[in-house]
């Protein structure tokens, strides 16, 4: 556990020069935000945290540490499962950043925050993030970030050409109206299966990035 905690900090010392990245994104969020909907920043600081949470892949790749990786006293299962730790725990802290954002702007602009839909796009903000990084870091894992960073965006259309063929050859809508009149009721349930399906997602991820790489060659 120690040594995935090592590479962990590892991940997170290669992207830390480039934090003024992600603030940039905060500012520009609360600044839509204060213009809109106080729950926005969630949305938005989720999204574009996706190409901040794979920066760690690029900048390994652009300084050459790859060979670091390899000297290390790190199996490469314990390297996969640092480098996704780090993805994980980068979309919960801005996750919480993005909330007290929320509370923050609602409270300046004097405009009351609906729980209701703050709590749903939590939970839409968080599983699109998780679905992102368990189709994107793998993708990283087989081509690199340098050949791969085209379909970065591919996990958006992935979700919406999946949407729109459930919606058009099965009774989706019909059925999200249905279960969507229970989480009104119980939104906190929402919360947490929204948080179970995205720790799910990045579990089976993990498991294909962790094939992928003990293959590859560092």
Do not use: W
């Amino acid at each position: 556990m120690n040594r995935i905690f090592q590479v962990l900090k590892l991940d997170y010392l290669t992207v830390k020069s480039s934090l003024s990245r992600i603030i940039m994104i905060y500012i520009i969020s609360i600044l839509l935000g204060m213009s809109t909907q106080p729950f926005l920043p969630v949305i938005l600081i989720m999204f574009f945290c996706v190409s901040f949470s794979g920066l760690v892949f690029s900048l390994i790749e652009k300084n050459k540490c790859e060979k670091l990786y390899g000297i290390l006293p790190v199996r490469r299962i314990e390297v996969v499962i640092g480098r996704y730790l780090y993805g994980f725990l980068t979309g919960i802290i801005n996750l919480f950043i993005s909330i007290i954002f929320s509370f923050f702007i609602a409270a300046f602009t004097n405009q009351q925050i609906d729980i209701l839909f703050l709590s749903f796009s939590i939970t839409i903000a968080l599983c699109y993030y998780s679905f992102a990084v368990s189709i994107s870091y793998p993708i990283f894992y087989k081509f690199s970030f340098s050949k791969s960073f085209m379909f970065i965006s591919l996990p958006l259309y992935l979700l919406v050409i999946v949407l729109t063929l459930l919606a058009e050859k099965t009774n989706l809508l019909d059925n999200v109206n249905l279960n969507l009149q229970y989480f009104v009721e119980h939104y906190y349930l929402f919360l947490l299966c929204g948080f179970v399906l995205s720790v799910f997602m990045l579990m089976v991820s993990a498991g294909v990035s962790y094939v992928i790489f003990r293959k590859s060659e560092l």
